[in-house]
């Protein structure tokens, strides 16, 4: 039964994010691939500097983005339910640009990189979203 429920959300989620242009399959595949994480409060996700590719999104909960700067970590930004995040190392093939981590208790649902990388191959809408969100993001952490 939890399973259920979780696969419901998981798609909305997903159709949420990255509608444009997703078949039923290409959803099934997701969600197939997708995995549901609890994070304690305070928990590190993503940390900055590691080179792991996978992509997330908040299910439950929020995150908080983190840099580094000489020792001290700034805020960069903060990601409610709905939002996803490690996108750039995957498109970029670059390590974590800021660590995340967890504002509260959340959950994230974790797919694959690699899987989003053939997304964003296959779907020329999906890849523009996605570079138009993450150049957003660069132009604030430039900013700091
Ligand atoms: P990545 O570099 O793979 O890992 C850290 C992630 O934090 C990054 O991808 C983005 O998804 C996210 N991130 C970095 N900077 C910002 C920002 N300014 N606003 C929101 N998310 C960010």
């Known amino acids: ?6 696969r419901i959300s998981i798609e909305r989620q997903v159709l949420q994010i990255f509608g444009a242009g997703l078949t ?5 595949e997701l969600v197939e691939a997708a995995e549901v994480v609890s994070v304690p409060a ?3 996700v993503v940390e900055e500097g590691a080179d792991d590719k996978d992509i997330y999104i908040v299910r439950v909960g929020s995150m908080v983005v983190e840099k580094d700067l ?8 903060y990601l409610p339910a709905g939002s996803y ?7 970029d093939g670059s390590k974590r640009s800021a660590s995340v981590r967890a504002a509260i208790k959340s959950e994230v649902i974790r797919f694959p990189g690699e899987m989003f ?3 964003l191959d296959a779907k020329p809408d999906i890849r523009t979203r996605a570079l138009k969100d993450m150049a957003a993001r660069r132009e604030i952490n430039d900013f700091v």
């Open 1 to 6: 039964a939890n399973r259920a429920v979780n």
């Open 24 to 28: 039923p399959a290409d959803i099934a």
């Open 42 to 44: 305070g928990e590190v």
């Open 70 to 77: 000489g020792g001290k970590p700034v805020f960069l930004s």
């Open 85 to 91: 995040f490690g996108e750039m190392a995957v498109i």
């Open 117 to 119: 990388n053939a997304l």
